[in-house]
């Protein structure tokens, strides 16, 4: 682990290639500066870190506008888009009544109808649309008292010493798609448009990454061609191939880099870690208060197999919430540390580091613990404590090493790690995984555990570099989580049976978790950055909205309910709490992620002693926190969560041996997607039947993790969910390619590619980090 080192695919086989260059002008490596000038090439750095030419056009338009189909004038109607050939009857400048500034207003004629623009603010334009010239213009059509107008249209005048434009030109202008850019306030879609264009007028011939026997049996366009048609389509079919063809290409770099990955792993040595007779981890099982579920001693032996293996083990381990994945990491863990070798659990949250500490110190007992010396590593530590685990973690001392992210700072440096565990895979995403594992130096064995379990095809043709283990069984006197819609809408009085039901639990003695979507009141959000459109083109899926991170997970798209409604928070719940009869005496406790880490261990350390009876939070106790006395849980505004996070929150209780209930409360209205997610989580017990579920709901969703990685991925338009046979074709494809001669050294604007997929990786891992 240790010093970031640069990402290579095959450290010291294919020397790194110089990738797609240009013969003549711009290549995909330049950076933008020199082309588009400093100017937007700032903005465009300051809204979104591009650097590079690849950068740039590789921003996608998110969807395509057209203008509309040619109307005459007298036969438009509100609410259409259309374009219109028309003349400029007259021109009025006059002040705003409300505000400053100025409405310029624009009369036009085609002879049968007139229709009037409106502009705000841009007096300027009254010099080129003067009386008498002719041209075409497009827009939306609205009714402004009384009359049809077209604000702010999109337009272009004709040169009168060419005269009019014929009839079909005037339709190819009107129906050429206009790309859509993810835009923001500081950097409008029309101003990347205009960068791409001059990028694209700049850039020379380029190198496939696709090879050309792959590209003909697809019917693909070149790389060049299909950018060209993606930023500068004249059709919408010529966007649609050009989508296509760039989803192809994902798909092939990425299974080329999980394919080599994978030989790599294969090919490179690790050191063999066995289980002694006698040793630890039959220690461990001997004092073990119940015995291993048939699933959890099958998947150790495949650990253990895999780990006494002279080549790096790399298994996926999936296992519904509750399934004891736990245990299983010590047990390997174990046989990892029998020849003093060390090891990293791997979690998301420092709520959970310290929770996993705690537990894993009580399972050890003080024997082991105290030979193993698990040390906790998170960004929470005071610089002294910090110093302490960095020396116990440099001399070896510590074989357990358990933290969050900051694990994999420069600082950490281990004598001898052995294993690495990524608990909660889930919460990581694919890419950061990606960047997790090249910072091994001794090629440790990797375990990654997630409960959010993935279809057996999306897991062969996604993590196809791991092997994968399950947990189907479940520890024994687990009772399923009884689940209840709370439907607010229809039934407004239910609300008080939530209180009388907490007031329950609590004088039985137990613990309520009342989670809510966000910390503070919020007013709701206003508009969107791009209103009623979809965001994907493609598939005409609801436009994402605004997409809410919290500890990293994207929530569902938000505005499902009547818009003004806020979110529940927990500031609201916990004063609604504080100040009902029926809770009167109750502890009630406070937790989310913008506490103090102190704080948020403090509180969460009293909740599992139970001194505190009622705890209000946010998500962070989302993922593996046990607190066996927790009975009920009450999800706030269920609809705003995703369906396996909804799963993981109710797994929280019922883990002790009272049965576990789970209220969603929702504000949303039946068959909304949110009212969807939550019914579908409450009628369904089984994990994998809701991950199933889940892919078929999430049309925006991306197994793959790039949504959640934020501004940078090198995943721009492939979705898992819907791209699985072009995967699986891909995957196909890079096997041959890299079992024929030369393999991907035949391939150098492939290997190219795989390079920048991974500095792209590295990069973002290191902006957020
Ligand atoms: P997850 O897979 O969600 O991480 P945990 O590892 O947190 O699940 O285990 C859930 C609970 O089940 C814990 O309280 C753990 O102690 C308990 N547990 C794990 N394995 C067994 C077993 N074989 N028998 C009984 N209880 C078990
Ligand atoms: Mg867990």
């Known amino acids: 682990m240790g010093t970031p080192g640069r990402a290579s695919p095959t450290p010291g086989e294919t020397p790194a290639p110089a990738g797609p ?17 400093g100017r937007s090439a700032g903005s465009l750095h300051k809204a979104f870190g591009f650097e590079t030419v690849r950068d740039l056009v590789t921003h996608y338009p998110r969807r395509y506008a057209s203008r509309g189909e040619l109307s005459p004038l007298a036969a438009l109607t509100e609410g259409e888009a259309v374009t219109v050939v028309a003349e400029v009857q007259g021109v009025r400048e006059r002040p705003m009544r409300a505000r400053r500034g100025t409405i310029l207003d624009v009369r036009l004629s085609d002879g049968r109808g007139s229709l009037a623009l409106t502009f705000f603010n841009q007096p300027w334009r009254a010099n080129e649309l003067r009386p008498g010239v002719r041209g075409m213009f ?69 190198d496939d990454p696709v090879p050309e026997e792959i590209r003909r049996r697809h019917g693909m366009p070149g790389y060049r061609e299909a950018l060209e048609m993606v930023h500068r389509p004249t059709s919408d079919a010529q966007w649609r191939r050009a989508r296509e063809a760039l989803r192809r290409i994902e798909a092939l770099v990425l ?16 050191v063999a870690r066995s289980a002694a007779k006698g040793g630890l981890r039959e220690k461990f099982d001997a004092r073990l208060p119940y015995a291993l579920t048939a699933d959890q001693s099958a998947v150790g032996a495949e650990i253990e197999a895999d780990l006494a293996r002279p080549h790096p083990m790399s298994r996926l381990l999936q296992g519904d919430v509750g399934s004891g994945k736990t245990l299983v990491a010590v047990r390997a863990m174990l046989v990892a540390a029998e020849s003093g070798g060390q090891c990293a659990l791997v979690v998301p949250t420092e709520v959970l580091a310290g929770q996993h500490l705690r537990s894993i110190v009580r399972l050890l007992g003080p024997d082991l613990a105290a030979l193993l010396e698990p040390t906790l590593v998170t960004g929470a530590l005071s610089a002294r404590e910090r110093r302490t685990a960095l020396v116990r973690i440099a001399s070896g001392r510590a074989r357990i090493v358990i933290g969050t992210h900051a694990l994999f700072g420069d600082a950490v440096v281990f004598d001898d790690l052995a294993l690495v565990v990524i608990d909660e895979q889930h919460r990581f995403g694919v890419e950061q995984r990606d960047v997790l594992r090249t910072k091994g130096r001794r090629a440790p064995h990797t375990l990654v555990m997630t409960a959010t379990p993935i279809p057996r095809t999306i897991a062969m043709t996604v993590f196809g570099d791991l092997d994968v283990s399950t947990l189907r069984t479940m520890p024994p006197g687990r009772r399923p989580v009884q689940t209840i819609a709370v439907p607010l809408a229809e039934h407004p009085r239910w609300e008080e049976r939530i209180w009388a039901r907490s007031a329950e639990e609590v004088a039985a003695g137990r613990q309520v978790f009342l989670v809510c979507p966000a910390i503070d009141a919020e007013p709701a959000p206003g508009g969107r950055p791009d209103d009623d459109v979809p965001d994907d083109p493609d598939h005409g899926a609801p436009p994402p909205g605004r997409a809410t991170l919290q500890a990293g997970i994207p929530l569902l798209p938000e505005g499902e309910e009547a818009p003004g409604v806020p979110r529940s928070s927990v500031e609201q719940v916990a004063a609604t709490a504080r100040s009902r009869a029926e809770l009167a005496g109750a502890r009630i406790g406070v937790l989310h992620g913008r506490l103090p880490a102190e704080e948020k261990n403090s509180v969460m350390e009293a909740f599992a002693a139970g001194t505190i009876d009622v705890l209000v939070s946010t998500t962070v106790i989302e993922v593996g926190v046990d607190v066996p006395n927790a009975s009920l849980m009450v999800i706030f505004d269920a609809d705003r969560f995703g369906l396996s996070q909804l799963h993981q929150l109710r797994g929280r209780v019922g883990r002790g041996g009272a049965a576990g209930l789970c209220l969603l ?51 721009r338009l492939l979705r898992v969910t819907r791209d699985g046979d072009l995967i699986a074709e891909a995957r196909a494809d890079a096997a041959r390619l890299l079992a024929a001669p030369g393999g991907l050294a035949a391939h150098p604007a492939l290997g190219a590619a795989l390079q920048d997929r991974l500095d792209d990786i590295e990069r973002d891992f290191l902006a957020r980090n």
Do not use: C, M
Not at 22 to 37: C, E, M, V, Y
Not at 168 to 194: D, F, G, H, L, M
Not at 256 to 270: D, I
């Open 21 to 37: 260059r240009s013969s003549a002008g711009a290549g995909l490596r330049d950076p933008l500066r020199g082309i588009i000038g």
């Open 138 to 206: 497009a827009g939306k059509v609205s009714l402004y008292r009384g009359q049809l107008q077209l604000a702010h249209p999109d337009y272009e005048l004709f040169d009168e010493a060419e005269g009019q434009p014929s009839e079909t030109e005037a339709r190819r202008w009107a129906t050429t798609p206009i790309p859509v850019y993810a835009a923001t306030a500081a950097i409008a879609s029309w101003r990347i448009q205009r960068a791409v264009g001059v990028v694209l007028d700049a850039l020379g011939e380029l």
């Open 665 to 715: 409360v929702t504000r949303a209205l039946a068959e909304t997607p949110g009212r969807l997610r939550v019914d579908a989580v409450a009628a369904n017990a089984d994990g994998f039947e809701l991950a199933r579920i889940d892919l078929e709901l999430r049309r925006e969703g991306d197994v793959l993790g790039a949504d959640q990685s934020g501004r940078r991925s090198s995943l």
């Open 255 to 270: 299974q080329t880099a999980l394919l080599e990955r994978r030989s790599e792993s294969e090919a490179s040595s690790s």
